[in-house]
């Protein structure tokens, strides 16, 4: 059985959005840093034999409205994810849900306030995989970032 690793966005590394809303020198540093952090995983399990079972990365996503579910699955498939077949969302886990849009809700205010919006208790819930061939392909090429 082979294992899946979870991404974990770590809000406190993410560039701050600026107080006008996004720009693109904002999004270039994004997509650097995304990338940049993609090339580290590929040499972590390049290297390591304890997650030589890890077949895929998965990225569970819950930083948009389902109206936004299309355009987040445009943008992470860019970085080689594909949408997991069928919808994570069920209604039995509403309170659950609330509460982790509460937690988000916190955190964004705490660490990227620019970055809050009214829709945060209306986030949906969607997983992305990133297969190991493909992370390597794309990724695995760079013993470090730092030795670009």
Known sequence: DDAILDLHLWNEHVAP??????TLAWAVRMNRAVQDS???????LARRQEFSD???VRADMRIGTAAQTGQLARIVARYGFEAAAGHATQTSY????F????????LVLAT???AL?????QRDHALFYLSRGT???RYGGRETVGGR
Do not use: Q, T, Y
Not at 38 to 44: G, K, V
Not at 94 to 97: E, G, Q, V
Not at 99 to 106: A, I, R
Not at 117 to 121: L, S
């Open 112 to 114: 990227n306030p620019p």
């Open 99 to 106: 509460g982790e849009s509460m937690l988000l809700f916190l």
């Open 117 to 121: 919006r009214r829709d945060v208790f």
């Open 135 to 137: 992370l390597k392909r």
């Open 94 to 97: 509403a309170i659950h849900r």
């Open 17 to 22: 959005m600026p107080g006008g809303g996004a």
């Open 38 to 44: 993609l090339r580290e995983l590929a040499c972590c």
């Open 54 to 56: 890890i077949s895929a």
